[in-house]
């Protein structure tokens, strides 16, 4: 086992990621940029370095003040949350090249699942199911209308470098191909440098279900059940449950053991997350990703399991311990993500935070950096807290989330908690029958 680690984050993530290597007994390292100087992660840490610049590219996206600072400090492997540098293949690279661990997936495995065209082919040699589509990469124009002529419009082009909805252009019908085709190799060549495009039939009202899993390196995988991330609001998650409303324990069963087979036949390692639409009782494999994810809370709540602990531990060589059968899932959880946000325009609203008062009781969870006299900076993502809940049943945790809503004070900043309330009060919701669009649909009809 590792005795010190650089946490190569800031707020809430390497706050989570601090305590699981207390609980280790594991030194920390922090890093931060000069406006993160009074930052809860660098007070609690063991060790702290400023590595530069509040920007994130001079800072947190910084790899050779980061190396650095793992060097003089001795740490002998880098934790790298979600964002900033979680995803950088190059930069896992180089941290293995120093002699140090990346507490995540190969950067072999993180490259290939960042071209999300080569995820695909990956994931359908391995027999995941996907959304139909082209096979791999469109060439030209002329093979568009053909893959879209035998899918059946709508269509959507999507870069292959893209992701998260970024890139993304529909074609309701044959005339509107030509333009989807071309902005979207625009926009991929501007916003990626790789203007390589495939393309997919449009699934009207899917949901967004997530499938958490975690492998060793000797060659097991196993997963932690999904997480439903449909309530989303320009491709920003808003809040997030497991399981999903959805699904059923076979459903599960099936797509998880779909899904680990594959993943165990890839050799991958670590955290990962598969991404699916689902709609019609089909999943179809869109996307994976390679890192820790905001919402994993609501998974350990679940699974009473500590990824970020599971998570140091594969990294440092030990064996996952125990098998598929051994994972049970217990009751339901929600996650509310609070963001420093006007709750109707979603402008970020930093500043500092004149009374920050969270809740507490049976079943709640605040995963948070805030603190009363905190000045949230305007340099990074605007959420400043997560707010979890877990409960016997799903009513149970929407009571208690509202209870918990109702509670939480944060003054001085404005947030979204008055969104959350109204969300879980509405009947839509709370049938559990939504779909990627409902989120939109009701801020358009109550705001
Ligand atoms: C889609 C889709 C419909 N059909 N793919 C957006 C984010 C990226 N991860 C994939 N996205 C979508 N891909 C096909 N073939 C609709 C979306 C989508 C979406 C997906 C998940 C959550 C919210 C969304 C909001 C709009 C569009």
Redesign the pocket.
């Known amino acids: 086992m590792f005795s010190k680690i650089l946490i190569a984050n800031r707020g809430e993530i390497a706050l989570r990621i601090l305590r699981a290597c207390r609980e280790l007994g594991i030194k920390t390292v922090a890093v931060h940029s000069t406006a993160d100087a009074d930052a809860m992660h660098v007070r609690l840490a063991d060790e702290a370095v400023c590595i530069g610049p509040p920007s994130s590219r001079d800072s947190y996206l910084n790899v050779a003040a980061i190396l650095s600072a793992a060097t003089i400090t001795g740490a002998e492997a880098i934790h790298p949350g979600y964002g900033f540098l979680s995803e950088n293949a190059d930069f896992a690279e180089t941290v293995e090249a120093h002699g140090l661990v990346f507490i995540g997936p190969t950067a072999e495995h993180i490259r290939m699942m960042g071209d999300k065209i080569t995820a695909k082919t990956t994931m359908l040699a391995l027999g995941v199911p996907l959304?139909p589509g082209s096979d791999g990469e469109l060439a030209n124009l002329e093979e568009a209308h053909e893959v879209a002529s035998r899918v059946g419009y709508p269509v959507?082009i999507k870069a292959a470098a893209g992701?998260?909805?970024r890139g993304?252009k529909v074609a309701h019908s044959a005339d509107e191909l030509s333009d989807a085709w071309s902005m979207a190799r625009t926009e991929a060549r501007a916003a990626f440098g790789n203007d390589a495009v495939y393309m997919?039939?449009?699934?009207d009202r899917?949901r967004?279900i997530e499938l958490q899993i975690l492998g060793d390196n000797h060659g097991n995988v196993v997963h932690f059940g999904e997480r439903d991330c449909?309530l989303?609001r320009r491709?920003q998650k808003v809040l997030e449950e497991a399981g999903s409303p959805a699904i059923s324990a076979e459903q599960r069963d099936g797509i998880g053991r779909t899904a680990t087979e594959a993943l165990a036949r890839m050799g991958y390692r670590n955290a990962g997350t598969l991404?699916f639409?689902y709609q019609d009782g089909q999943f179809c494999f869109?996307?994976m990703n390679t890192r820790l994810q905001v919402e994993h809370p609501i998974t350990e709540m679940v699974c009473d399991v500590d990824l970020v602990r599971e998570q140091i531990r594969l990294a440092a060589g030990e064996k996952l311990g125990y098998t598929q059968a051994d994972v049970t899932f217990s009751g339901h959880a929600i996650e509310c993500r609070i963001n420093a946000e006007d709750p109707a325009t979603f402008a970020p609203c930093p500043g500092t935070v004149a009374v920050y008062h969270p809740p507490g009781g049976l079943g709640v969870r605040v995963d948070s950096a805030l603190y009363t006299g905190y000045r949230v900076p305007p340099y990074y993502d605007s959420m400043i807290a997560k707010l979890i809940v877990h409960a016997p049943t799903r009513a149970q945790a929407i009571a208690r989330m509202q209870r918990a809503l109702d509670e939480f004070v944060v003054e001085g900043i404005k947030t979204v908690i008055p969104l959350h309330r109204a969300i879980l009060e509405d009947p839509g919701f709370q049938s559990g029958n939504y779909t990627?669009h409902w989120l939109e649909q009701f801020m358009a009809r109550t705001h």
């Open positions: 959304v959507l992701g998260g909805g993304m997919e039939k449009y699934m899917p967004h449909s989303q491709h991404e639409l869109i996307e990627i």
